[in-house]
């Protein structure tokens, strides 16, 4: 069994940052990419960035620039940078692990709002 366990949401005001951290333990073998979703209310969940094993990242266009995905390795950990913050940047923010053997785990959640 894999956990994922984020942290780092909270309230910012418009321009501001934050940076999320999700953290997996549990049976954690072979990594193949690790991620961060979103979903806004009343809108699909989608992909805000994503990074592989070998370090290759892919972020939505909307974030290009502005958010910036990270992992440690050594400590199954993946991290989003999320700075010039927009109010339509707020969501949950979900963390996502593939691993090669098809496993695909999910976090519970953080919310991100972005207010004045």
């Known amino acids: 069994q894999v956990q994922l366990v984020e942290s780092g949401g909270g309230l910012v005001q418009p321009g501001g940052s934050l940076r999320l951290s999700c953290a997996a333990s549990?049976?954690?073998?072979?990594?193949?990419?690790m991620g961060w979703y979103r979903q806004a209310p009343g809108k699909e969940r989608e992909l805000v960035a994503a990074?592989?094993?070998?370090?290759?990242?892919n972020y939505a266009d909307s974030v290009k620039g502005r958010f910036t995905i990270s992992r440690d390795n050594a400590k199954n950990t993946v991290y989003l940078q999320m700075n010039s913050l927009k109010p339509e940047d707020t969501a949950v923010y979900y963390c996502?692990?593939?691993?090669?053997?098809?496993?695909?785990?999910w976090g519970k959640g953080t919310l991100v709002t972005v207010s004045s």
């Open positions: 996502n692990m593939g691993d090669f053997y098809g496993g695909d785990y």
């Open positions: 549990g049976k954690v073998f072979s990594i193949r990419a």
């Open positions: 990074i592989t094993s070998g370090g290759k990242t």
